[in-house]
């Protein structure tokens, strides 16, 4: 399930692939100062290499880009600097990686 609040480019990711993530969801509407990137690659069930990257402000928006890697799916959610959370209402977002 993908919003109109997020954008992933490209969104057909291929392991390497360098994503930029664009959000403009909950947290941005409720006036969060920073903003992060929580995400993780998974191969099944578990995430892995799980991070959190300060996004930039920038054009109306939040964005922040990150290297894919190899797995099956390249997952994320959103925080804000006081620990509030978007992730989708549980769902979180995931993209499949292709081979």
């Known amino acids: 399930m993908h919003s109109q609040e997020v954008r992933v480019d490209p969104e057909n990711i291929n392991p390497g692939d360098r994503v930029r993530v664009n959000y403009n969801g909950l947290l941005a509407k409720s006036g969060a100062h920073k ?48 620990n509030n959370w978007d992730n989708n209402s549980g769902y979180n977002w995931s993209y499949q990686i292709r081979d």
């Open 35 to 82: 903003v992060y990137l929580h995400q993780g690659i998974s191969r099944g069930d578990s995430w892995d290499n799980v991070r959190d990257i300060e996004m930039r402000y920038e054009d109306g928006r939040w964005t922040a880009e990150t290297e894919v890697e190899e797995a099956d799916k390249f997952n994320f959610c959103f925080k804000d600097c006081a």
